[in-house]
């Protein structure tokens, strides 16, 4: 996985079971992330998303094995990698834009306070925060406005990996939807490379490039690799009529229904735990569906390698 601008080697977390031993998460997790791609990961509660994320973002420290970016082993925070909560993290006692001011002085020390500003302005208009309420405190601030902040806070500091921990997860539907469309506008701008936590499988289609998908903990693994085969761009409604849509979204809920719970609890006697990549095209009929798609849906043309 090294040629990966991510790579995730072979990456173990235990905890103390609180009677002396030990319960393993997840164990020799190995994947990668190329550069400017978006990837989303989706497991059950318990598998380890969140650990593998703040492992990620150099907020813990693995068991074993070891985490590069651009090469280079990840250890502790770094304004290159910046990281979206789900409860917002804003700093309560500055307004939208001294929040994001705040962090392009740090990634900027050089620029002048006019460019600073002018700067954190342009990504708060990117997430559509304008006029007076960029200069409002967070608890000025609805839930979805506070998120947008967080966005843009993260985007305006140009981290090489953007990291997302569910962060439209408090919201309602129809704001989340919203900030999910700002989110690809300004990704589709940027480019920059994102790994995603979400519980949301349309979500994820919408989203990603690619879904990771865990098997349940303990002794969880990263077990297939989905290729979202719809082209971009995307949009919420006319996501829906694209004749991939349905096949991969099926392939999802039977994963995490049904097959996360089969393959969980498997040991993987040292060796690296590779996910199986799954290809799934409606549009290429000449491709037809190995005996190793684990998938019951006849309709489904699907490629795993």
């Known amino acids: 996985m090294s040629q990966s601008f991510l790579s995730v ?7 103390p079971d609180g009677k002396g031993g030990e319960t393993t998460v997840f164990e020799n997790a190995t994947f990668g992330v190329e550069k400017g791609e978006f990837v989303c990961i989706l497991g059950h509660s318990g598998c380890g998303k969140s650990t593998i994320m703040n492992i990620l973002a150099g907020l813990a420290e693995p068991t074993s094995g070891v985490v590069k970016m651009d090469g280079y082993a990840v250890s502790g925070p770094s304004l290159d990698r910046g990281v979206v909560f789900q409860n917002y ?35 708060l208009g990117m997430v559509g925060l304008e006029g007076d309420v960029i200069h409002r405190k967070p608890a000025q601030l609805s839930g979805g406005m506070r998120q947008r902040v967080s966005i843009a806070r993260a985007f305006a500091n140009h981290p090489k990996l953007l ?6 997860g408090a919201l309602d539907a129809l704001t989340r939807g919203t900030i999910q469309e700002e989110l690809l506008k300004i990704w589709s701008q940027t480019q920059q490379t994102v790994f995603m936590i979400t519980h949301d499988i349309d979500e994820a289609i ?11 903990g303990p002794l969880a693994r990263v077990a297939e690799s989905v290729e979202i085969t719809i082209p971009r761009p995307r949009d919420r409604t006319g996501i829906v009529e694209h004749p991939n849509y349905y096949a991969i979204r099926n392939h999802l ?15 993987s006697d040292g060796q690296p735990q590779m996910p199986e990549t799954v290809r799934i095209d409606l549009a290429e009929p000449e491709r037809t569906a190995p005996d190793d798609t684990h998938d019951d849906n006849p309709r489904l043309r699907a490629v795993t390698h």
Do not use: C
């Not at 006692?93 to 705040?102: D, K």
């Open 163 to 168: 990291l997302l921990d569910e962060p439209f």
């Open 206 to 216: 919408l989203l990603a490039d690619r879904i990771l998908l865990m098997t349940n």
């Open 89 to 123: 993290s804003l700093l309560p006692w500055l307004s939208a834009l001294r929040n994001v001011t705040f962090g392009v002085k740090a990634r900027n020390p050089g620029w002048s306070k006019a460019k600073v500003i002018d700067h954190s302005t342009r990504y």
């Open 9 to 15: 080697e072979k990456l173990t977390q235990r905890f």
């Open 253 to 267: 809920v039977q994963f995490l229904g049904r097959r996360s719970r089969e393959l969980a609890g498997r040991p």
